[in-house]
């Protein structure tokens, strides 16, 4: 079991980076392949980035290709989530989602893949 509190949300200006963070409860972090999902308001909840539980393996969402990066430590239990050149389409409700994996690389892209979910953060953006 893991519990997830994502941070770093709020408002950013157009253009502008952010680091989002999550933080995972236990001691078996290391375990879990991470990912970020978001959902803006009236649309479904999409698949942002995702990192394997090594770290050695990253995958990124068409759209987050080139301004989002995916990074995890697992000494200190926490996956972050950097977005440089912040569009208004950035702005969202972000999730971060954890999977228990034997796997060193292997990496998720589907909700229903992921056991553990976070609240979310709201990212908000002005232009």
């Known amino acids: 079991q893991v519990q997830l509190v994502e941070s770093g949300g709020g408002l950013v200006q157009a253009g502008g980076s952010l680091r989002l963070s999550c933080a995972a409860s236990?001691?078996?972090?290391?375990?879990?392949?991470l990912g970020w999902f978001r959902q803006a308001p009236g649309n479904k909840r999409e698949f942002v980035a995702a990192i394997s539980r090594s770290g050695s393996s990253t995958r990124y969402a068409d759209s987050a290709k080139g301004r989002f990066a995916i990074s995890r430590d697992n000494a200190k239990n926490t996956v972050y989530l950097q977005v440089n050149s912040v569009q208004p389409e950035d702005a969202a409700v972000y999730y971060c989602?954890?999977?228990?994996?034997?796997?060193?690389?292997?990496?998720?892209?589907?909700?229903?893949?992921?056991?553990?979910w976070g609240q979310g953060t709201q990212v908000t953006v002005s232009s």
């Open positions: 236990g001691r078996t972090f290391s375990t879990y392949a």
């Open positions: 989602a954890a999977t228990g994996t034997s796997s060193g690389t292997a990496i998720w892209s589907i909700e229903y893949e992921y056991n553990y």
